[in-house]
């Protein structure tokens, strides 16, 4: 394992104290987009059901097949030595704002993180900034990826809240689902069959991702 220069924050020495092998491997590049949510409530129901397109996000943007040099045989290698940190990878379903609270003072309160900014999941909610930050990409190599895949992240995410607005049910995936579907899109990318109900039917993710495109439209 090559040596790399930490950057001198107080906070990223702590980790790599804390977590050790897992942080000191973490050579990888993502890409974050904030999208902003007008209530926690809001952002609680929103993030629940972002955690659906975890799979179609990551299978857009993988772009990490090698690491040190290696090929991984994965199409996203990143996702899966981020999830080896304590606090990172799938979300968990949160009933509401209250229980995101309740989260985060028992963890704080228990040294385990000092903030949100040590919660490293696919998505979370962003209090200090009033977010939903979408963290699943991989770093995409050009400008012009890179926006049209933060356009994308903020119409779904605005589709997702104009749902909210009007009282009609956002869509979630059981979690076991969207855990093997992120497996497979971290395996795959586009080339990926996902599950798509409880009876364990496949659909090829790249259709997937169509269908979706064509449903943000009307709000891209």
Not at 34 to 40: D, F, L, P, T, Y
Not at 110 to 122: G, N, Q
């Amino acid at each position: 394992m090559g040596e790399q220069d930490i950057t001198p924050k107080e906070r990223y020495h702590l980790l790599v104290d804390r977590c050790q092998w897992p942080a000191r491997r973490l050579m990888i590049f993502g890409l974050h987009v904030h999208v902003g949510i007008a209530s926690g409530e809001k952002a609680i129901a929103t993030f629940n059901s972002l955690s659906t397109y975890i799979p179609h996000l990551l299978a857009l943007s993988a772009s990490s097949p090698y690491f040190e040099g290696e090929e991984t045989g994965l199409a996203s290698c990143r996702v899966k030595i981020f999830e080896s940190l304590p606090t990172a990878g799938l979300p968990y379903r949160l009933l509401n704002w209250a229980e995101f609270q309740r989260l985060m003072i028992t963890l704080v309160n228990a040294r385990a993180i000092e903030s949100v900014r040590e919660i490293w999941w696919d998505v979370r909610p962003h209090p200090e900034f009033g977010t939903v930050e979408v963290r699943t990409c991989d770093g995409l190599p050009t400008l012009d990826d890179i926006i049209a895949m933060t356009a994308m992240i903020q119409a779904l995410v605005v589709w997702l809240g104009d749902q909210y607005d009007e009282g009609i049910y956002l869509p979630l995936q059981r979690y076991w689902i969207v855990r093997e579907n992120k497996w497979r899109a971290a395996r795959w990318a586009l080339d990926a069959e996902v599950i798509i109900d409880e009876d364990g039917r496949l659909e090829p993710l790249a259709e997937s991702i169509g269908r979706l495109i064509e449903s943000l439209e009307p709000v891209s």
